[in-house]
Each structure stands twice: as C-alpha cells, then as structure tokens.
C-alpha cells in the first residue's frame, strides 16, 4: 500500500493507494489544500466531489497523535452509504478520465458523478462489443449516458423491462474501461470489445484520439526498463 502525505492546516493528512499514483494523489491532496482556505474540511460533515468520485476525511489516532485519511465511497460494494480507506479506484478513474480528456483534447469536460444514473440495455451488459452514447441529461443526477449492444438491430423497440438504470459506479464491475469516456461532452459515443475501447468519435462523429491497450503496455515497459536502469545504477554507486 502506498502512502501520500501532505500537511494542512497543521494536521497531518495521508492517503493510501494501492497503486503509485503519485499525481493524482498529489492532486486531490493539493485540492483539499485550496478548499481549506475557506471551508473547514475536517468537519465531519465535509465531502468533496472531485471528478468522478467523492472523498471524505476521518480522524485517526495512533499513540496519542492525531492525523487524518483521506477516505472514498466504496465503488465495488455500497457507495452510497460505505466509505473505504482504499482511493485506489478512485485515481485511477481520475487517470483514466484526464488521460481521455486530453488526449482527445475536450476544452470542456463534462463531468459524471459516480452516482449518476445510465441507462442500460441488459443483453449488453455481458455482451463483448458495446458502445456508450451521450445525450442531453433529463434531469439531475442524470448522466446522460446509455450503454447498449453494438450493431443493436432492435435498438428502437427495446421493451421497458429491457433496460436497467444503474449508478455509473456500477460499470466499475462489467466495464471498467468505460468509466473513462465519462467526462466526454454529449454527442460523444465510444465503442468496446470486451474491456478494450475500440473506436472514439465526437457529436460530429469525428473520430478522437485515445489511448490504446497497446499504447499502455508500450508505457508500462518504458517505466519498468526506466525503473531498472535506475536501479542499477543505484546498486553501481552504492559498490563504489
């Protein structure tokens, strides 16, 4: 488990991933920095929205000192009423969406609660090819979103008990590729194999630049080759 720490408003504030995420850890550290300026945010009250997911602060104690986590809904089980010490998932959607958002260079994002509503098709739900589709929102707590079955030759005349609505915290356990486009404007409509997005196009049906599986393995090995001449130019020095 990883560890990001930041002093504020003198009081000491961790936040624990299992994963390095250094950035977005740093940024949503830095956030409730700025927030602190003018909100109390180690009132037991205090939640902050920040892109797609929600955090919350909770007092610890530990051997007479006092510091605080940085806690989140917890996404896979109940995140309306469980919180979890784990941010893990929440960064990494952060990633993901800021990854899509500027590789496809969005000048305006619009964002998407994790507990914003999509519609779906059932029959897509465990389907291989998909797509999501943005349109306008009816009404609060609306993401717009509908996530339905590829190359659907029935798509207008689904029955009403066809479709399901769920919270967009929900594609975390079928789809969690998905959850990337979720800042995209409407219009936007992305197609998926499996968990792989295959195809990014615009309200104008312009197609969008994304990251690919490959582009991420291609990173993945750069940081890990990158990591083991580091270390190995550490074990050189220390032989000196």
Not at 16 to 26: D, G
Not at 177 to 185: F, G, H, K, Y
Request: negative net charge; hydrophobic residues 30%.
């Amino acid at each position: 488990m990883y560890v990001f720490e930041a002093e504020i408003n003198n009081k000491r504030v961790k936040l624990y991933s299992n994963y390095p995420l250094k950035n977005a850890a740093t940024s949503v550290l830095r956030t409730l920095r700025a927030i602190s300026e003018k909100t109390n945010i180690f009132s037991p009250t205090f939640a902050l929205n920040y892109g797609w997911a929600r955090f919350y602060l909770s007092k610890r104690t530990e051997k007479s000192s006092s510091y605080y986590v940085v806690q989140t809904a917890d996404y896979r089980n109940d995140p309306m009423t469980l919180r979890t010490d784990d941010c893990s998932d929440a960064l990494v959607v952060q990633n993901m969406q800021v990854d899509t958002n500027v590789r496809a260079k969005v000048q305006k994002p619009e964002p998407t609660l994790y507990s914003d509503t999509i519609l779906v098709l059932k029959e897509a739900i465990n389907a291989d090819d998909v797509y999501l589709n943005r349109t306008e929102p009816t009404k609060d707590g609306d993401s717009g979103w509908y996530f339905g079955l590829l190359n659907d030759e029935r798509e207008d005349q689904h029955e009403h008990d066809e479709l399901v609505t769920l919270r967009t915290s929900e594609l975390i356990k079928f789809r969690p590729e998905a959850l990337r486009v979720l800042q995209m404007p409407v219009g936007t409509l992305a197609v998926f194999n499996k968990n792989t997005m295959t195809a990014l196009v615009d309200k104008d049906d312009n197609p969008l630049e994304y990251t690919t599986e490959e582009d991420r393995r291609k990173y993945i090995e750069e940081k890990r080759a990158a990591q083991a001449v580091k270390n190995d130019n550490s074990e050189e020095k220390s032989e000196e």
